[in-house]
């Protein structure tokens, strides 16, 4: 079955950091650029950042450049967001999602993990 | 990167045809093809249903459709089936390698 599989979220203090983690099963991970979207509780969806399928180009939104990081590990099928220096408002359910191709990164999302909760507080 | 406007809720019954727009400007939507829909369950994930402004994936009934004028897309549900109220998010490419979403439209089903 091909599916995502995110973990990592937490509670966490403002000024603090996390490590999330999302899995990928089923397809050939290196092939397809993937993407974090973010959604605070209540809200819409947020892009956070994108990756290439090798890894070598990644893209950030403005609200998380400078303190969020995204890299994948093609050998183990995984996608990271290292997220530093958190702020109340980076509290929300993250998403992996997967993209069609290798670098097109915006075309769509055509797969999506079940998310994993990100909770900033003191 | 401003965001898309989108209405925040739209409404139709049981058979009949709702249009759900997405607003943005001539450096996003109206500039590229890269809008997508998605459709979203409550306390689900989102689930893509047009990508490249008309395209739709294998498995999406073809009562979901896409278009686009000048710098306004539609996501058009036709035959509307209980099971489609959700709430619904346009996604654009920007350039300058970012994406812009819209805040979401709640269908509901009446």
């Known amino acids: 079955e091909v599916q995502l599989l995110e973990s990592g979220g937490d509670l966490v203090q403002p000024g603090g950091s996390l490590r999330l983690s999302c899995a990928a099963s089923?397809?050939?991970?290196?092939?397809?650029?993937m993407t974090w979207v973010r959604q605070a509780p209540g809200k819409g969806l947020q892009w956070v950042s994108s990756i290439s399928g090798g890894g070598g180009t990644t893209y950030y939104s403005d609200s998380v450049k400078g303190r969020f990081t995204i890299s994948r590990d093609n050998s183990n099928n995984a996608l990271y967001l290292q997220m530093d220096r958190l702020r109340a408002e980076d509290t929300a359910v993250y998403y992996c999602a997967k993209t069609f191709t290798s670098t097109m990164w915006y075309r769509g999302f055509d797969l999506w993990g079940q998310g994993t909760l990100v909770t900033v507080s003191s | 990167q401003s965001a898309l406007t989108q209405p925040p809720s739209a409404s139709g019954s049981p058979g009949q045809s709702v249009t759900i727009s997405c607003t943005g400007t001539?450096?996003?939507?109206?500039?590229?093809?890269?809008v997508s829909w998605y459709q979203q369950h409550p306390g689900k994930a989102p689930k893509l249903l047009i990508y490249e402004v008309t395209k739709r994936p294998s498995g999406v009934p073809d009562r979901f459709s896409g278009s686009k004028s000048d710098n306004t897309a539609s996501l058009t549900v036709s035959g509307l089936q209980a099971e489609d109220e959700a709430d619904y998010y346009c996604?654009?490419?920007?350039?300058?390698?970012?994406?812009?979403f819209g805040g979401g439209t709640k269908l509901t089903v009446l």
């Open positions: 001539s450096s996003d939507i109206g500039y590229y093809n890269y």
């Open positions: 089923g397809l050939t991970f290196s092939s397809y650029s």
């Open positions: 996604i654009s490419y920007e350039g300058s390698k970012t994406l812009v």
